[in-house]
């Protein structure tokens, strides 16, 4: 993960033969300095996938597709094209699908699946190759069934746990961006997070990513407690990681 909170989100995920990045919400000297540290070149990318635009997941798109001469496709559902700001400058190919479709690339199967959030048309992704499954919900409101049933056989799981609502309650948001929040069209908490972990996680799951935490709203210290308690309840020891803000994960190797 080359970042995962409010303030920017970008995944990195590759196999011998394709890489891809999910999102591009850090900016162009950002994302191509934190690919450099782990060893890709932006140039060698295949394709970027976007999840919805909110600025915190496509505020450096435009500009990294131009420095990459607009030659790498971006994916991203039908109603979410429309509602990007290219600046008026060229864009790169754009490759449009409806939400809940499955797109292979190279060896990667990038199954889409829609997600409450306020944006026209969100989607999670699940990244397939080589029998090992990648997913990546973050931006929601709840976790619906269709979610729950896509986030199945998991390996590795990227799940939000975005704020402490104690926190979130008597933090510094105006009162209406608090609602947003809190609805079911905004992010997941750390409670609702722990009871999806304590009750429905898969089994499979071996590295679980707890991201997109608030700044304001959350601490880390927190978010790792409750998660670590629902674990022991639901009985299940994969490697349990807290995403820090605004730094680069560590490279997870599947
Ligand atoms: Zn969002
Ligand atoms: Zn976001």
């Known amino acids: ?4 909170s409010s303030a920017g989100n970008s995944t990195f995920i590759g196999t011998e033969k ?3 990045l999910i999102d591009a919400g850090l900016n162009r000297k950002e994302t191509f300095q934190r690919l450099a540290a782990i060893g890709e070149d932006p140039s060698k990318l295949d394709a970027i996938f976007i999840t919805h635009e909110h600025s915190d997941h496509v505020c450096g798109l435009p500009v990294i597709c131009r420095t990459l001469g ?3 496709p971006v994916f991203m559902t039908d109603l979410t094209a429309p509602a990007l700001d290219w600046g008026g400058r060229p864009v790169p190919p754009i490759e449009i699908f409806q939400a809940g479709a499955l797109t292979e690339l190279g060896d990667l199967a990038v199954q889409s699946f829609t997600i ?12 397939t190759a080589q029998g090992i499954k990648v997913s990546i919900a973050t931006d929601l409101g709840y976790l619906p069934e269709n979610v729950k049933f896509n986030l199945r056989d998991s390996h590795f799981l990227l799940l939000e746990s975005n704020h402490h609502p104690d926190l979130l309650k008597v933090g510094p948001y105006p ?4 609602q947003r929040i809190l609805s079911r069209k905004g992010h ?3 409670d609702a997070a722990c009871d999806y972990i304590a009750s429905e996680l898969p089994s499979e799951v071996q590295m679980l990513i707890l991201g997109h935490l608030s700044e304001q709203n959350n601490t880390i210290w927190d978010t790792e ?5 629902a674990l022991e309840k639901r009985g299940l020891a994969p490697r349990l990681v807290v995403a ?3 730094r680069q994960g560590e490279i997870f190797l599947l």
């Open 175 to 178: 009162w209406h961006i608090k």
């Open 225 to 229: 407690l409750g998660a670590v308690q």
């Open 188 to 190: 997941l908490s750390n």
């Open 70 to 72: 607009n030659r790498v």
């Open 18 to 20: 394709t890489r891809i």
């Open 1 to 4: 993960m080359l970042a995962s």
């Open 116 to 127: 409450p959030h306020d944006t026209v048309d969100p989607v999670g992704y699940t990244v």
């Open 244 to 246: 820090e803000p605004r």
